[in-house]
């Protein structure tokens, strides 16, 4: 079918009271604002997926490659996204799912409890739930494009994403509660799905819309519970204790407890350890994980005359502030940083007599672009030498967590002897938990340890370093059960994109940019664990990013549109320049210039190649013969790239460079004869 040939499709409203280019672009901002939403809501809810992060993602970006391919097969309004998603928020606030997993080599941060359904039954309802929510606003996005030249028409999709982004981040700053997600979904709805009769609209648009609210008001309203642009934070009050105590509870998990610094020191050992064991008593002291605030009173009650607390998430420090019982937050000793704390090391200048991790993990293992491992690049051997440089002469480094295994205990131990050249003291607090401290001092004489730690036990994992930052993973290998799940999850797609599109044979002539949507989404990957690791894994960055990516594309769309650009092999040429100063540009360096100097660097050699992989792409979907199945095909790429990012676990983020070069070669070599040379 050529372009020519496309009519304009009559989805049920003749005369659009929206013009094409403002409904592409709300309808593209409102896809991209549903599926950040999704993505935080449900894994504030579903603990299941803070251990496969970019779950919903994936059944998000299945979603919308089906509902570009369902364009022109039903003139019928998509009613089917919004009755889905408010079944989605029935099922989810229905039962609720808590749970306490140990698979073999994966280590989970859970309840000390199992409730809700189990994971083989929630997880595939999420993902398919995900799936058709998503496929009702891309099908109005690709209703869109026959209306308007190839490249107008990403142009806008990309104008739409970019405001979605936005909107998502302004309100993720404002920390809005999810039931302002569900008005704003629920006006987009309202706007979008306009038919006739109105018996239909209100039955199928209103009543769902209205119950997504209603719903979620209630949640928002439930005491106790905060929303931070990462957890969904509960606490409550303990009763019938001697001291005050609060729990806090993060995505359903028990997380940290205030309580007075004297009433912590008698009740866990840990606390105090990193105390006695430092050679002096320190005067100036970091804490990195300062959380609700414990950490912050025992150091000012230990005689700390400055303490910096860093911390990532602005409402446990908030909440801190506000029930701590000591106040430590108040006092004058104290200033707080809303950070990352392997940023803060890498960017700071001032030294520490003491340099505390407090029991910073985030409850996950891995990542991927829907999820923030907010301790990934904290236990590395490169942050340990960071923090190790930011120590005074006669001071002291320490951590302390519950680490449930001991190989873990002497992993850490073992990236800390790398770090600082000497054995630390290992305190095995309690042998339930693997509960232990881990000190170093900045010289063997700066440590006074009760016996000498025997060294790492056979078989323990080497040190966890910045390009395969995981911690929790015992061995080079991705896990049978993410194996299973991502099989699983592709099996399903396949038939799903066969019920939807129609025969495969419909996506033949369009496998190149298939594969440049798998290869794209491993360059994006790379691009935000790198920028995550230069400047912070915090909301903020990971905000910008995206952001920047999508600008980045917008570019070469703008590029291509304007101007005569170099033949596609000349393009391609372009691309694995870029792959190559990706690879050949070493982390370390870009960690050794200045914050500016450094943002400039890293975005030229991470958006080079995405610049010129979507010149590429851009070149090559003008000419498609079919806008909408082309399209969709490369975002079912995206979406198998999504699963391919978890050979990182094997091979590392740097490796992923290689992966994607060798399917740019493949989408390159599948070029069509005519286009080669154009």
């Known amino acids: 079918m050529t372009l020519q040939a496309q009519k304009p499709v009559d989805d049920g409203e003749k005369a659009h009271w929206l013009a094409v280019r403002p409904r592409l672009v ?37 979603g919308i490659g089906l509902g570009f391919l369902r364009v022109g097969r039903s003139r019928r309004q998509p009613y089917y996204s919004p009755i889905v998603l408010a079944i989605l928020v029935i099922v989810v606030l229905a039962f609720p799912v808590t749970v306490d997993r140990d698979t073999e080599g994966v ?48 142009r806008y999709d990309l104008i739409g994403s970019l405001t979605g982004i936005a909107a998502f981040t302004a309100l993720s700053f404002l920390s809005a509660p999810p039931v302002v997600w569900g008005i704003i979904a629920a006006a987009c709805y309202g706007v979008l799905l306009v038919p006739r009769p109105r018996a239909l609209y209100v039955g199928l648009v209103t009543v769902p819309s209205v119950a997504v609210v209603g719903l979620l008001l209630a949640e928002t309203l439930t005491a106790g519970a905060l929303w931070s642009p990462y957890y969904k934070v509960t606490f ?136 923030l491992r907010l301790e990934s690049y904290l236990f590395t051997e490169e942050a340990m030498k960071a923090a190790r440089a930011r120590l005074k002469p006669g001071g002291a480094f320490s951590m302390y967590n519950y680490y ?76 049978p059960i993410y194996l299973i799940t991502l099989g699983l999850i592709l099996a399903v797609s396949l038939i799903a994109v066969r019920v939807v599109a129609g025969p495969y044979r419909r996506m033949r002539p369009y496998a190149d940019l298939f594969l440049l949507g798998v290869a794209f989404m491993l360059l994006e990957t790379k691009s935000v664990t790198g920028f995550a690791l230069l400047f912070g894994t915090t909301w903020v960055v990971n905000a910008i990013v995206f952001a920047g990516v999508l600008v980045a594309v917008l570019a070469a769309v703008e590029v291509t549109r304007r101007f005569r650009t170099p033949p596609l092999p000349v393009m391609y040429g372009v691309l694995f320049a870029g792959l190559l100063l990706a690879w050949f540009v070493p982390t370390e360096w870009l960690l050794s210039l200045p914050v500016p100097l450094r943002a400039v660097a890293a975005v030229v050699v991470a958006f080079l190649p995405i610049f010129a992989a ?65």
């Not at 709300?26 to 496969?52: D, P």
């Not at 398919?128 to 109005?140: H, K, Q, S, T, Y």
């Not at 950070?339 to 003491?354: C, M, N, P, Q, V």
């Not at 094997?650 to 399917?663: D, K, N």
Request: aromatic share 8%.
């Open 107 to 154: 280590l989970y941060w859970t309840s000390l409890s199992t409730t809700g359904p189990p994971a083989w039954l929630i997880l595939p309802v999420i993902f398919c739930a995900a799936a058709v929510i998503l496929m009702g606003p891309a099908e109005l996005v690709g209703r869109c494009f026959p209306e308007l030249p190839r490249l107008e028409a990403y």
């Open 236 to 371: 409550r009050e303990l009763q019938g204790l001697s001291v005050p105590v609060t729990d806090i509870a993060v995505n359903g998990i028990p997380h940290q407890q205030t309580m007075p610094a004297a009433a912590r020191l008698q009740l866990e050992r840990q606390y105090g350890l990193p105390y006695e064991r430092a050679a002096r008593p320190p005067k100036d002291v970091l804490i990195v994980g300062a959380g609700s605030g414990t950490d912050v009173a025992i150091a000012l009650s230990k005689g700390a005359t400055r303490v910096d607390a860093v911390e990532i998430d602005p409402k446990l420090r908030e909440l801190g502030a506000a029930v701590h019982p000591d106040r430590p937050y108040a006092d004058p000793r104290v200033t707080t940083h809303i950070t990352d704390g392997r940023a803060f090391l890498e960017r700071g200048s001032g030294a520490y007599d003491l340099i505390l991790f407090a029991l910073p993990d985030s409850l996950t293992l891995v990542s991927g672009a829907s999820s």
């Open 26 to 62: 709300l309808a593209s901002a409102f896809m991209l604002f549903l599926e950040l939403a999704l993505i935080r809501w449900t894994g504030s809810n579903i603990v299941h997926l803070s251990y496969f992060t970019n779950f919903v993602l994936l059944g998000s970006f299945l």
């Open 404 to 479: 449930r295994e001991s190989w873990l205990v002497d992993r850490l131990a073992s990236t800390v002897q790398s770090a600082f050249g000497h054995k630390p003291c290992v305190d095995v607090v309690s042998t339930a938990g693997h509960q232990a401290v881990i000190t170093a001092g900045l010289t063997a004489a700066d440590q006074r340890c009760a016996a000498e730690w025997p060294g790492a036990a056979p078989g323990t994992p080497t040190p966890a370093d910045d390009d395969r930052p995981f911690l929790y993973l015992k061995d080079a290998t991705i896990p």
């Open 614 to 678: 979507n010149v590429v792409f851009a070149k090559r979907f003008a000419e498609t013969a079919d806008a909408t199945t082309s399209f969709g095909a490369n975002l079912l790429g995206a979406m198998v790239g999504g699963c391919l990012e978890y050979a990182a676990l094997v091979i590392g983020y740097q490796g992923l460079l290689v992966v994607a070069a060798l399917l740019y070669l493949g989408a390159m070599a599948l070029l069509p004869r005519q286009r080669a040379l154009a």
